[in-house]
Nanobody, 122 residues
Framework: QVQLVESGGGLVQPGGSLRLSCAMS????????IAWYRRAPEKQRELIAQ???????DYADSVKGRFTIPRDNANNTVYLQMNRLTPDDTAVYFC????????????????WGQGTLVTVSY
């Protein structure tokens, strides 16, 4: 079974940077898309960034130019590099693999990590 585990959240001051990690385990060879979502307090979950090995990366307007998605294929880890953070970036951040092949089933799973909290504040 594919599992995703986020880490790297914490408290950071406005203008600062933080790097989140999404560690993938299990049968990860078929994972071609990893997305980063966030859920701010009292708000809906927001798709903020995505990497597709076939076409590259894409970012929501709210983070474009500030966030990037480095990937370490050898260690099965995808990162979210967050720069020039603002208080509006405070949220629980999730990584997501929306189309993970299921061996022997001819189908796909939508896999989520548990989330990691990022707080941007003085």
């Amino acid at each position: 079974q594919v599992q995703l585990v986020e880490s790297g959240g914490g408290l950071v001051q406005p203008g600062g940077s933080l790097r989140l990690s999404c560690a993938m385990s299990g049968s990860t060879s078929g994972i071609n898309i990893i997305a980063w979502y966030r859920r701010a307090p009292e708000k809906q979950r927001e798709l903020i960034a995505q990497i597709d090995t076939a076409v590259g990366t894409d970012y929501a307007d709210s983070v474009k130019g500030r966030f990037t998605i480095p990937r370490d294929n050898a260690n099965n880890t995808v990162y979210l590099q967050m720069n020039r953070l603002t208080p509006d970036d405070t949220a629980v951040y999730f990584c997501n693999a929306p189309s993970v092949p299921v061996p022997g089933m001819g189908w796909y799973r939508d896999v989520w990590g548990q989330g990691t909290l990022v707080t941007v504040s003085y």
